[in-house]
C-alpha cells in the first residue's frame, strides 16, 4: 500500500455531535425535534442531503431552493460557532499517531471528507501539516457512495487506486471505496460496514502490520 485516504468525520474526529446541535436548533426553531439515532442517517451525507432528512422527519414541505439554501447556512454558521472552539484534545484517539507512522513509513496521506468546513477543521486540530493532499466538500460534486471524493485524492497523491485503503465510518463512504477499486478499513461496527475488507473501533486498534495484511 502507498497511500491511506481518510475520512474526516467519525474516522479522525467526532464532528458529528456539533452537526446534531445545530441542526437540532434548526428543528426546534421549526417546530420539532429528531433523535441522536436519526442524527446516525446524517454521518458522512452531504449538508444539503442531511438538510432533506431532516425536513421530511419534520414533514416540513413545500420550501423553496432559496429558503433551503438559508436554512443551511443558519446551520453551518452555530455548526462553525461550535468547531472554531475545537482544540487537538478532540482528536480521536490513536488518530494523529496512526497517520505519523504513516508518514514515517513513506506512505502518503490525504484527507477524503464530504465536508465543505474541512479547512477549519484540521486548522483547529493542528493536523493540516499530516496530510499530503485535502479532498473535501468544496471540491467534490458527487456524494459518496460515488468514489470522486476517493479517487481526486489519489490523483492528488500520485497513486493508483489499488495502492490506496480509505478508512471511513459511514456505510455509503465504505462502499465508495470500493467502487473506486480501492481497499476500506471501517470504523465502527462489522454490521453496519459489512462491505469493508477489515473493521476495527477506532485508529487506535490499527497498525501498519494490519496495513500490509489487507
Ligand atoms: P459540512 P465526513 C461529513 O463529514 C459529515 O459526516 C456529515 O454529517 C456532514 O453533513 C458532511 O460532512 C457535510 O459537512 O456541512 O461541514 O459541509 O464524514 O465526510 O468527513
Ligand atoms: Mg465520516
Known amino acids: 500500500m502507498k497511500a491511506c485516504i481518510f475520512d474526516l468525520d467519525g474516522v479522525i474526529v467526532d464532528t458529528a455531535i456539533y452537526h446534531y446541535q445545530a441542526w437540532k436548533r434548526l428543528a ?7 433523535t441522536e439515532e436519526q442524527n446516525e442517517h446524517l454521518k458522512g451525507v452531504s449538508r444539503m442531503a442531511s438538510l432533506e432528512y431532516i ?10 431552493d432559496a429558503e433551503k439554501a438559508e436554512m443551511a447556512t443558519r ?14 484534545a478532540e482528536i480521536l484517539p490513536g488518530a494523529r499517531e496512526f497517520v505519523q507512522s504513516c508518514r514515517d513509513a513513506g506512505i502518503k ?16 486540530l493542528q493536523l493540516a501539516r499530516l496530510f499530503d493532499a485535502v479532498v473535501d466538500g468544496n471540491s467534490v460534486t458527487n456524494p ?11 490523483i492528488a497523491l500520485g497513486v493508483t487506486p489499488e495502492d490506496c485503503v480509505v478508512f471511513e465510518d459511514a456505510v455509503a463512504g465504505v462502499e465508495a471505496a470500493k467502487n473506486g477499486g480501492m481497499k476500506a478499513v471501517g470504523i ?11 473493521v476495527v473501533s477506532g485508529l487506535d486498534k490499527f497498525s501498519l502490520e494490519m496495513l500490509n495484511n489487507l
Not at 454558521?77 to 472554531?84: A, G, P, Q
Not at 465502527?188 to 477489515?198: I, P, Q, R, V, Y
Request: avoid cysteine; aromatic fraction near 8%; charge should be positive.
Open 188 to 198: 465502527g461496527s462489522k454490521e453496519t460496514l459489512s462491505k469493508a475488507d477489515l
Open 55 to 64: 425536513l421530511s422527519w419534520g414533514k416540513i414541505v413545500g420550501k423553496t
Open 144 to 154: 459518496k457512495p460515488d468514489p470522486e471524493v476517493f479517487l481526486k485524492g489519489a
Open 28 to 34: 426546534n426553531e421549526m417546530g420539532f425535534d429528531f
Open 75 to 88: 446551520k453551518n454558521k452555530w455548526y462553525n460557532e461550535m468547531i472554531n472552539q475545537m482544540t487537538p
Open 109 to 124: 496521506t490525504a484527507i477524503g471528507s464530504a465536508s465543505k468546513n474541512t479547512p477549519t477543521i484540521l486548522n483547529k
